[in-house]
């Protein structure tokens, strides 16, 4: 393959990559087609399989594709609050218990947006793996928030914590016709925080 032609291939790969993170995020898995996939990034039906084997395969690809994500920004948060746990817990769970983010699925946390359609695709799907693989990454990440030094307890007050606050986000979306959404996310904001915790503007 030519050097222009190969750049080409790599751009429109990029493309389907981003669309369909932020696509299956705001969809679901089964919500949207190969063809709406390959439309929104401006391509037609027909290319899919010279870049992808199947969409499952692409499912996977952008489920870690949007994992990464949210772990940049949270890695880039925990870097801006130094040593200070508080700092840190501020950094990340304000903005993941935020309107910004209850109200953007497809550019947050997949933990959230794609954890019910994960749980529903067969145990050999690759989607499977991805999601485990970069929920781990958001735990260890949160465990650096605690102050606990038996590693087994952290961990498992970690993976509560961001259980708990995926939760909240995911009934904020489901009740956002409602009161009820805000105060799932003021009440979680404060169990994680202490009260009088603000509501940050950035997104998830």
């Known amino acids: 393959m030519a050097r222009s032609s190969r750049e080409q291939a790599e751009k429109h790969r990029e493309a389907i990559e981003a669309a369909s993170s932020r696509l299956f995020r ?15 990034a401006g391509l037609t039906h027909g290319g899919f399989y010279s870049h992808f084997d ?7 690809i952008a489920c870690g594709r949007a994992f990464a994500e949210s772990a ?6 925990l ?18 218990l935020s309107a910004r983010h209850r109200d ?8 959230v947006a794609m954890c019910v359609d994960v749980a529903r695709e067969a145990a050999d799907k690759p989607v499977r793996q991805a ?13 650096r928030t605690i102050d606990e030094a038996d590693p087994a307890v952290r961990r498992r007050r970690a993976m509560a914590e961001l259980a708990a606050m ?3 986000v995911m009934l904020a979306r489901a009740t956002v016709d409602s009161p009820d959404a805000d105060d799932f996310l003021a009440g979680m904001r ?8 603000a509501e940050a503007a950035e997104g998830g």
């Open 190 to 197: 404060e169990l994680i925080l202490g009260a009088g915790s």
């Open 26 to 40: 705001e969809r679901g898995l089964n919500g949207i087609s190969v063809a709406e996939l390959m439309g929104s």
């Open 79 to 96: 870097a801006e609050a130094g040593d200070d746990r508080h700092a840190m817990r501020e950094r990340i769970a304000g903005p993941y």
């Open 104 to 111: 953007d699925p497809g550019g947050g946390c997949p933990a």
């Open 166 to 168: 995926t939760g909240a």
């Open 131 to 143: 999601f485990r693989d970069g929920l781990q990454q958001l735990v260890a990440q949160w465990e």
């Open 72 to 77: 940049q920004r949270w890695d880039r948060r």
């Open 54 to 60: 199947s969409k499952d395969a692409l499912a996977a």
